[in-house]
């Protein structure tokens, strides 16, 4: 079973930058897309971005799109999420989330396998 440990939450002003990592267990890590998710106080859990096994592909929400930069290093078992600009509004808990094949298109959580226990980031006005 693949562990998932995200860490690099914290607080920071709006318009400053963090960078999120997930660390996994087993090098089956290389082999199948991650995500990054968020869930904001009172609201739903919703996608952040993904990216293929490969590291070559990735796909972002509209509303991170231009600020957020995933990427991921096969050979260190890791998964990054570089955070800029940061707004008010990105304020939540970001987990990672592997699926379970090499190319996942969905962006629905449900089709994401294992997930970390997650970092919260805090954004002040």
């Known amino acids: 079973q693949v562990q998932l440990v995200e860490s690099g939450g914290g607080l920071v002003q709006a318009g400053g930058s963090l960078r999120l990592s997930c660390a996994a267990s087993e090098r089956t890590f290389s082999s199948v897309t991650m995500g990054w998710f968020r869930q904001a106080p009172e609201k739903e859990r919703e996608f952040v971005a993904r990216?293929?096994?490969?590291?070559?592909?990735?796909y972002y929400a509209d509303s991170v799109k231009g600020r957020f930069t995933i990427s991921r290093d096969n050979a260190k078992n890791t998964l990054y999420l570089q955070m800029n600009s940061l707004k008010p509004e990105d304020t939540a808990i970001y987990y990672c989330a592997a699926a379970g094949r090499a190319y996942e298109y969905s962006t629905e959580s449900k089709r994401y396998t294992y997930w970390g226990q997650g970092t919260r980031v805090t954004i002040s006005s």
């Open positions: 990216i293929f096994w490969d590291g070559v592909v990735t």
